[in-house]
């Protein structure tokens, strides 16, 4: 009879053994919390394809952001549905648009929550798009990257104006991490830190954020812009520009699919990574979970540790106030 000579279940011993040689933890610093805002007053309305995500008019969200403070959670990602679109998303650099007004409103009701903005069109404009359409030269409608820019510029600059502590682009327009850090720097904000949707994927998994940003594309989709499901090294090019040009973070959307890719981030740059767990990630866990057929904190906790594990610096979460509860 011959024993093993390696036993690695000595430091399985205990709790407090266990404990003790953890590698990877999860708290409420590694989280941002998406909110999604919109006009109105006394709105809170649940998005019915994401169970315990709201939509909240400016009045209801007061309440909100002193339950995200409470939890020691310590930023929180923006994100507008506004009442009026049209083909130029205006409603998305009116410096009295919603997520400007509501940005001020959390500013001085907060200030020491970090504030991040997405810089987007798709819910602002009426066709759905990222970016502004024009007739390409098949004859088809196309996003024009560069028209797309000035547009998004205009979009950081008054989001900044009204007081956002972080700018994050996710349009995956070319250049517009270039764009939008000349633009801030020209009017004065060359300290706000970019946190760029770098490594965005044209996935499966936005579906139940675009029923709850009203931001479905009225026709086509976004694989001219957004990356390609099947491909990794194209990441790595595409994280590399955003460095150049002058990224102060860098974020993987989505996560759950994606963790080789977040540890490809890690390995080959030396900025913060940021994991998006999307709408669709939450949206299984609470189907699941609300059919009894898993436990949703330990299905949390261990989908959280994961992208941790991947390499994620921080993780933007819609699980993100539940999981600070179970930190506590
Ligand atoms: C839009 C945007 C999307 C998400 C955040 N910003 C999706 C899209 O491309 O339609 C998705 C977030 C989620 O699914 O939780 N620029």
Redesign the pocket.
């Known amino acids: 009879m011959s024993f093993p000579t390696v036993r690695h279940r000595r430091l399985r011993n205990s709790g407090a053994m266990r404990a003790l040689v953890r590698e990877h933890a999860l708290s409420a610093d590694d989280l941002i919390y998406?909110i999604f805002v919109t006009t109105g007053e006394g709105v809170k309305e649940e998005i019915p394809s994401m169970p315990g995500v709201y939509h909240y008019s400016l009045d209801t969200l007061d309440a909100e952001i002193d339950e995200v403070t409470e939890l020691g959670i310590r930023s929180v990602l923006l994100?507008g549905v506004p009442d009026h679109k049209d083909a130029e998303g205006t409603s998305a650099y009116d410096p009295n648009g919603i997520v400007q007004q509501a940005t001020r409103r959390i500013k001085a009701r907060a200030p020491q929550l970090v504030i991040i903005a997405?810089t987007?069109l798709?819910q602002f404009t009426d066709h759905g798009h990222?970016g502004v359409v024009r007739q390409g030269d098949n004859g088809e409608a196309c996003v024009d990257n560069d028209a797309s820019l000035e547009l998004l510029v205009r979009t950081a600059i008054s989001q900044a104006e009204a007081g956002a502590d972080v700018i994050a682009p996710?349009?995956m327009m070319d250049g517009f991490v270039q764009a939008i850090r000349a633009g801030l720097d020209e009017a004065g904000y060359e300290s706000l830190p970019i946190l760029s949707y770098s490594v965005k994927y044209a996935s499966a998994?936005?579906g139940?954020?675009?029923d709850a940003a009203h931001?479905t594309p009225q026709f086509g989709d976004?694989k001219t812009y957004?990356m390609d499901p099947a491909n990794s090294r194209e990441a790595l090019r595409e994280a590399e520009s955003d460095v150049l040009e002058g990224a102060d973070m860098l974020m993987v959307?989505p996560a759950l699919a994606y963790l080789d890719i977040i540890r490809a981030l890690k390995e080959n740059f030396d900025l913060p990574v940021v994991a998006?767990n999307?709408?669709?990630e939450y949206s299984m866990i609470k189907a699941a979970a609300a059919n009894g057929w898993l436990d949703e904190q330990a299905i949390v906790h261990e989908t959280l540790l994961g992208m941790k594990r991947a390499g994620a610096d921080l993780i933007i979460t819609y699980f993100a106030k539940d999981a600070a509860r179970q930190f506590r």
């Open positions: 998406p994100f997405d987007c798709c990222c996710s349009n998994f936005y139940p954020f675009r931001s976004r957004q959307k998006y999307v709408s669709a």
